[in-house]
């Protein structure tokens, strides 16, 4: 018993040093791999760090972390220590393997495939994800992982129904649980509006995204792979009415779409355009139209990445399925084959918000609007591949059937 009592105390600092939430993301370089951890205690006296190398059992190289220290938003304000460290020369089609920590705890060790630029891309991408309902969908992003089945996962606003609930316990058992396919594949994300809360403190202090989006917070980035640009925009700025912010990113939009010499330039943002509802008039929130033709302070979007011939927009926040025509203020471009869209004369448009949220919506319940082509009210996600420089592939991947189920084939075409 003493014994016992006594191992339990000598051990408590490494526990409270336990290494959680490992996750990586894109730094836009890709030679690089950002790892981020958490420990729930200070590391005194101690440099965090990454260890890796091309095989399991001779990790060679270190990189070392810079940690931020922050506080919960919530009553108790819990203190939690976000750790980010950079694995570097890294090459594109190999696989590492890493451990994070420190000399008090490490982790396990993780395998991950550096993207290869090379090949074609293959993403997961969706909006609105939770441990409550989404499991069977991280049962799958996990099982995919193992499988080697995708270069990059990307979740377009709300995490974990909320990552601030309860002192942030609940965003740290989101993370935890998502670890098993985010510690393997880089894991990109931005803000819904379940994120906006004390101006969005959780998902700046949980996450490490590209640091090129004016304010170097996680909120709006970009990055290039291979033949595509990726644009991620905040579009909570508008809801919350953050005018100079609003600004400064459509400005920095504006310089990422002229300078951008991708062949495929895909932009992703959390509050819908166009999608079908239960009222005739489809999507029409004030707060989700305003990012779309804009206001005095508010500039609106839509232009601009119309002119700059974005290839396809995805969106979340209502939680279905629904993929539509090539749109443009409100007037779609219908074509021979709804499968199969060649030279799209304007933006696809892609609401992807079912992952597995709190609660779901059944496109029954909706009236579809002309410009819709699908609407699937299973929970799942999006497979995204980018064949080459003329194919676009995505699908919807049903998640409530074991092993998933592809629902809504399709090919953007261009020459
Ligand atoms: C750590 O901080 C330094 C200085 O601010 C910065 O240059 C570096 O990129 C940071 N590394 C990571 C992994 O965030
Ligand atoms: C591009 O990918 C599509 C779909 O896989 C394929 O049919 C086509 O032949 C490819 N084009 C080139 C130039 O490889």
Redesign the pocket.
Known sequence: MISFLLLAILLSPALASKVEQVHLSLSGDMTEM?VTWITKEPLPNVTPFVVYGVSNDALRWTGK??TTSWKSDGKEGTERYTH???MQNLVPGDVYYYQVGSSLAMSDTFRFSQPDPSKPLRAAIFGDLSVFKGQPTIDQLISATQKNQFDIIIHIGDLAYNLHDDDGNVGDAYMNAVQPFAAHVPYMVFAGNHEVKSRFHHIVNRF?MPRNGVYDDNLFWSFDYGLVHFIAINSEYYAEEMTIEAEAQYRWLEQELKKSKATWKIVMFHRPWYCSTKSEKGCHADADKLSRKGVLGFPGLEDLLNKHKVDLILYGHKHTYERMWPIYNKKFFKSEDPGHIKNAPAPVYMLTGGAGCHSHEDPADEIPQDFSIKCLGEYGYTLLKVHNATHLYTDFVDTSVLEGKLLDPFFLEKN
């Open positions: 950002v972390a810079n980010r460290a950079t490490t």
